[in-house]
């Protein structure tokens, strides 16, 4: 039986022009880091907006809420979403649960 995605973590990342590049390759560097040292950690995913080549969101999924708040915890974690977050002119995050899945 395949799990349900019910925790998730998004961000609305609105990035410096002429950063993006940088911006894709922070993101993955984080998101390499969070997959390998964070048992809760299910997948996740990023988006880019085809009118506004500089405005991202992603998506993560989580096994628990408990999970998003221990990876947040980690001192890996200000790091890596600090290099993400700095090439950005404005973001946006939050922790979320799923209520309908169709």
């Known amino acids: 039986?395949?799990?349900?995605?019910?925790?998730?973590?998004?961000?609305?990342?609105?990035?410096?022009e002429g950063k993006a590049d940088d911006f894709?390759?922070?993101?993955?560097?984080?998101l390499a880091w969070t997959k390998g040292?964070?048992?809760?950690?299910?997948?996740?995913r990023l988006i880019r907006d085809l009118s506004d080549p500089n405005h991202f969101v992603s998506f993560?999924?989580?096994?628990s809420p408990e999970a998003m708040s221990?990876?947040?915890g980690k001192p890996e974690f200000a790091d890596l979403f600090g290099k993400c977050r700095a090439l950005?002119?404005?973001?946006?995050?939050?922790i979320y649960e799923s209520t309908v899945t169709l």
């Open 1 to 16: 039986m395949r799990e349900e995605l019910k925790h998730w973590s998004s961000g609305n990342w609105h990035v410096t």
């Open 24 to 30: 894709i390759d922070a993101w993955t560097e984080f």
């Open 37 to 44: 040292a964070n048992e809760g950690f299910v997948k996740a």
């Open 60 to 63: 993560s999924a989580w096994r």
């Open 70 to 72: 221990e990876w947040q």
């Open 88 to 94: 950005c002119d404005d973001m946006t995050s939050g």
